[in-house]
Nanobody, 131 residues
Framework: QVQLVESGGGLVQAGGSLRLSCAAS????????MGWFRQAPGKEREFVAA????????FYVDSVKGRFSIFRDNDKNMVYLQMSSLKPEDTAVYFC????????????????????????WGQGTQVTVAS
C-alpha cells in the first residue's frame, strides 16, 4: 500500500509560479516511476510529467515543456512539480501517482502517459491560474 499526499496548490496570476509537492509513504519509494496528472472540469485526466526512479529520465506533455520541471528527492520520499509561466489553461486539479513501470518497459513514454499504468494516486491539489 502506498500513500501519496499532494500539497502546494493555490491561486496564482498568469505568468506566476507554483511548486507542487507529493509526499509518499508505504513502500520503497526509490523503485517507482512517479507521475503528475491533471484534470480540469469536464475533461479527462491528462498526463503532465513523469520521472524515473533515479530521477535520470523525465517526460513531459508538450504543452508544459520548458515551463514545468519534475524532480524528486528519494531520501525524503518526495516528488515535486515546479510550474512556471503559468497559463489559465493550466487550471486543474493536479494529482501525484506512482507506477511500477521501470526503464526496461517499452515503449516507455506512451505507457507513462496512460493513467492505468499507475497503481496509486493522491487526493489531488487545486491549481487555479487567473488571467
Amino acid at each position: 500500500q502506498v500513500q501519496l499526499v499532494e500539497s502546494g496548490g493555490g491561486l496564482v496570476q498568469a505568468g506566476g509560479s507554483l511548486r507542487l509537492s507529493c509526499a509518499a509513504s508505504g513502500r520503497p519509494f526509490n523503485r517507482d516511476f512517479m507521475g503528475w496528472f491533471r484534470q480540469a472540469p469536464g475533461k479527462e485526466r491528462e498526463f503532465v510529467a513523469a520521472i524515473s526512479s533515479s530521477g535520470g529520465i523525465t517526460f513531459y506533455v508538450d504543452s508544459v515543456k520548458g515551463r514545468f520541471s519534475i524532480f524528486r528527492d528519494n531520501d525524503k520520499n518526495m516528488v515535486y512539480l515546479q510550474m512556471s509561466s503559468l497559463k489559465p489553461e493550466d487550471t486543474a486539479v493536479y494529482f501525484c501517482a506512482s507506477s511500477g513501470l521501470s526503464s526496461a518497459n517499452s515503449p516507455l513514454a506512451p505507457m507513462l502517459r496512460d493513467p492505468t499504468e499507475y497503481d496509486y494516486w493522491g487526493q489531488g491539489t487545486q491549481v487555479t491560474v487567473a488571467s
